[in-house]
């Protein structure tokens, strides 16, 4: 079975800091996808990354980029430049094959001033 | 283009009631999956439709019941509310199933409390 652990459950950052959430993953399967999710307090689930597990290069989107470890089962999110809007849960998601999406527990992460 | 569409955002329920959430997907998405939202046990999964067909379930109780209409749209149903089943439903769409769909995007959720 698929199962995704966020080992963080709560983490502060100063703003304009950078700050890394981490994530790992159990599967057998050689083919899916790696998500991480934002849910700010409006609580609407937003994509913020995502990584295909067949290409090796690490995802990036502006000031959120991913290191990518396949061998080692991880997945981590990297938020440069923090800013106050970026205070929201975070999410680590994986899917598979034809399986559904299996979430992590989530991270509380709260920037501040 | 517009997003998920859930209705209603709020919900208030009593115990052994029954309630039906709904769900419009993204124009053109033909995926919607389902999940529950509790501080405790975090998102938990329910169930995926994909073409009127239901391809994924998780480990809920029977009373939990989904059905997809040929425009996509979908609606959850509980029966015999418990007050467990207090949480956030989301509901998700995307163009398919599995690593073919790819990422879902998310509603803003209903938020059901039992009483």
């Known amino acids: 079975a698929q199962t995704v652990t966020q080992s963080q459950p709560e983490m502060s950052v100063q703003e304009a800091e950078t700050v890394t959430l981490s994530c790992t993953y159990d599967t057998s399967e050689s083919n899916y996808y790696l998500f991480w999710y934002k849910q700010p307090p409006s609580r609407q689930m937003i994509l913020v990354i995502r990584q295909e597990a067949y290409k090796q290069q690490n995802a990036t989107e502006n000031r959120f980029s991913v290191n990518f470890q396949k061998a080692a089962k991880s997945f981590s999110l990297k938020i440069s430049d923090s800013q106050l809007g970026d205070t929201a849960m975070y999410f680590c998601?994986?899917?598979?094959?034809?399986?559904?999406?299996?979430f992590g527990a989530g991270t509380r992460l709260t920037v501040k001033p | 283009k517009a997003g998920v569409t859930q209705t209603p955002r709020y919900l208030i329920k009593t115990r052994g009631q029954q309630v039906t959430l709904s769900c419009s997907p993204i124009?053109?998405?033909?995926?919607v999956s389902w999940y529950q939202q509790t501080p405790g046990q975090g998102l938990q999964f329910l169930f995926e439709y994909f073409s009127e067909t239901q391809r994924n379930k998780g480990n809920f109780p029977g009373r939990f019941s989904g059905r997809q209409f040929s425009n996509s749209r979908s609606e959850m149903n509980v029966s015999t509310l418990e007050l467990g089943d207090s949480a956030l439903y989301l509901c998700?769409?995307?163009?398919?199933?599995?690593?073919?769909?790819?990422?879902?995007?998310f509603g803003q959720g209903t938020r059901l409390t039992v009483v």
């Open positions: 124009s053109g998405h033909r995926s």
């Open positions: 998700a769409s995307g163009t398919g199933v599995g690593v073919g769909g790819t990422e879902a995007f």
């Open positions: 998601a994986f899917r598979s094959g034809i399986g559904d999406m299996r």
